[in-house]
T-cell receptor
Framework: QKEVEQNSGPLSVPEGAIASLNCTYS??????FFWYRQYSGKSPELIMS????GDKEDGRFTAQLNKASQYVSLLIRDSQPSDSATYLC??????????????FGKGTTLSVSS | GAVVSQHPSWVICKSGTSVKIECRSL??????MFWYRQFPKQSLMLMAT?????????EQGVEKDKFLINHASLTLSTLTVTSAHPEDSSFYIC??????????????FGPGTRLTVT
């Protein structure tokens, strides 16, 4: 079973719409969850972190976490063409002696059309 | 957010040579840094965890003798790709962990190094 799963997309939304990105994870012990944005040819940029169940809002971004369902999502309101990128879901995984590591999903490509 | 730098941003080397990539935390001290590799259209794959003052922890399938990691100070970790081959061509990205609470942290990435082995 893959540790972090995302729909690869592409997810296409018109400018001004809400983009909804979803992620599921396999380890019930995971405590920290992150969303990164990665533009083509660039490294990932942290946009949201969430640690407890519920919603967390930051500007146009809202992260939602449901640990019982092992599900985390990212909503982008008023989507802009500049939001077009690959969005990576990342989850901390405790691996015993190997320590804790941040494991990434394959990412969802978002395309916002003007 | 915290700033992580990498050098060089891109490098081309000949097969059989070695390449060193530097990763620095600019405005904070990083006891733990991570090295990832990303092939085109694939996700980030964790290669190793670099701990200041101790040996790196490598992920399964990553050759420790080929990818040498040194974390000699709280602001610098280096990755040396030894005897590079064309299949090592990839985007190498380091990241550093910044505590945000008693047990929580955020992880910031450097800009990456694109390695091409000819």
């Amino acid at each position: 079973q893959k540790e972090v799963e995302q729909n690869s997309g592409p997810l296409s939304v018109p400018e001004g719409a809400i983009a909804s990105l979803n992620c599921t994870y396999s380890d019930r012990g995971s405590q920290s969850f992150f969303w990164y944005r990665q533009y083509s040819g660039k490294s990932p940029e942290l946009i949201m972190s969430i640690y407890s169940n519920g919603d967390k809002e930051d500007g146009r971004f809202t992260a939602q976490l449901n640990k019982a369902s092992q599900y985390v999502s990212l909503l982008i309101r008023d989507s802009q063409p500049s939001d077009s990128a690959t969005y990576l879901c990342a989850v901390t995984l405790y691996r015993g002696q190997a320590g804790t590591a941040l494991i990434f999903g394959k990412g969802t490509t978002l395309s916002v059309s003007s | 957010g915290a700033v992580v730098s990498q050098h060089p941003s891109w490098v081309i080397c000949k097969s059989g040579t070695s390449v060193k990539i530097e990763c620095r935390s600019l405005d904070f001290q990083a006891t733990t840094m991570f090295w990832y590799r990303q092939f085109p259209k694939q996700s980030l794959m964790l290669m190793a965890t670099s701990n200041e003052g101790s040996k790196a922890t490598y992920e399964q399938g990553v050759e420790k003798d080929k990818f040498l990691i040194n974390h000699a100070s709280l602001t610098l970790s280096t990755l040396t790709v030894t005897s590079a081959h064309p299949e090592d061509s990839s985007f190498y990205i380091c990241s550093a962990r910044v505590p945000t609470g008693a047990i929580s942290y955020e992880q910031y990435f450097g800009p990456g190094t694109r390695l091409t082995v000819t």
